[in-house]
Structure formats: C-alpha cells, structure tokens
C-alpha cells in the first residue's frame, strides 16, 4: 500500500490510500475517493480531465507522446504538469503529492 496527498481544487489536502498491485492509476484512485476528476476518456490520455500538478519531487516515468500531445491541448499547463490517468500506482511513488488542476472553462 501507498498514501498519495492529493490537493483539491479548493486547498483541502486529502490523503489517499492505495494497493499497487492492481494496475490502478491516479486518476482511477481519485475518482474511487469522489475526489473532483471526471476521466472522461477511461484513461487513455484522449481528455485532460484528470490534469494536475506533480507538488513533491518524486521522479516520475516520463510523460508518453500521447500525453504530452493531450497537455498541449489543455488549458492551465505548468512544467510539473501531468495527467493522473498516466500516473501508475507504484511503490516509487509512495508519498508523492498532487494538486488537481483548475477545470478547463
């Protein structure tokens, strides 16, 4: 298991607790906990719905084409932006720490 603090979009931090063992992504570990992520595209980095900001310093795969095309498309994007539905749920990534980025208007 592996706890994630995920800032919502008013400053509530919330801590999130996770298997790694069944293949979960943050976007699907956000919407289990009723947190604000709507996933519209299932996870397959087609919207930017579950767009937030990597706040601590874990060190992350690297963000996929398909990703990085997605985040071009999004309104908000900073340099510590990424999509929750590509963030696996791992064991490196204990204790990491995310804010969920503004809805797009």
Do not use: W
């Not at 979009?9 to 289990?32: F, I, Q």
């Not at 996929?64 to 696996?88: H, P, T, W, Y």
């Amino acid at each position: 298991m592996i706890t994630i603090t995920v800032i919502d979009r008013e400053g509530e931090s919330h801590n999130l607790t996770a298997p790694t063992d069944m293949s979960l992504n943050l976007m699907e570990l956000c919407k289990a906990s009723e947190l604000p992520v709507q996933g519209t595209c299932g996870g397959m980095a087609l919207c930017s719905t579950c767009h937030c900001y990597i706040e601590s310093e874990h060190v992350l795969r690297e963000a996929s084409a398909d990703e990085e095309d997605m985040l071009d498309q999004a309104f908000f994007v900073e340099d510590n932006s990424r999509l929750g539905c590509q963030i696996k749920l791992e064991d490196k990534i204990d204790g990491l720490v995310v804010r969920l980025a503004p809805e797009a208007e």
